[in-house]
């Protein structure tokens, strides 16, 4: 059996995101995000290492935006690599996290150990 590489807690999460890939715009669902990436479902326009924006709208005055990478397609799921995003995204984002965790705690405590090696 394989060993789990994973470092972050994937939280299972049925959100309508939206992907800017190419100036396109384009309105999937998420099945699960960490601290460093999301799963969603997949689009025939994505390519493996396409740069794109993950865009997470959490009420109609706010919104997540996170530079991003595609990591993996597939014919029904897409991973997706957080590259990068402001201080004010992530916090909203681990608050988004723990309240659908259940447990903050364990995602505070991701925060102690570096992502990548």
């Known amino acids: 059996m394989d060993q ?3 470092k972050r807690t994937r939280v ?3 959100i309508e995101v939206s992907v800017l890939l ?3 715009v384009i309105q ?6 960490s601290l460093t990436g999301i799963l ?3 689009d025939p326009h994505f390519r493996k290492d396409d740069p794109c924006k993950i865009i ?3 009420n109609k005055d706010f919104q997540i935006t996170i530079d991003s990478k595609i990591l993996r397609v597939g014919k029904k799921e897409t991973a997706i690599s957080f590259i990068s995003m402001d201080e004010e995204s992530f916090s909203h984002l681990r608050k988004m996290m723990q309240f659908n965790l ?3 705690d364990q995602i505070d405590g991701e925060l102690r150990y570096p992502a990548f090696d």
Not at 28 to 33: D, E, I, P, T, Y
């Open 102 to 104: 259940g447990d903050a």
């Open 22 to 24: 190419k100036g396109e």
């Open 40 to 42: 969603c479902t997949s």
């Open 56 to 58: 997470i709208t959490l």
């Open 12 to 14: 299972p999460i049925r």
């Open 4 to 6: 789990e590489r994973r």
């Open 28 to 33: 999937l669902q998420a099945l699960n995000v």
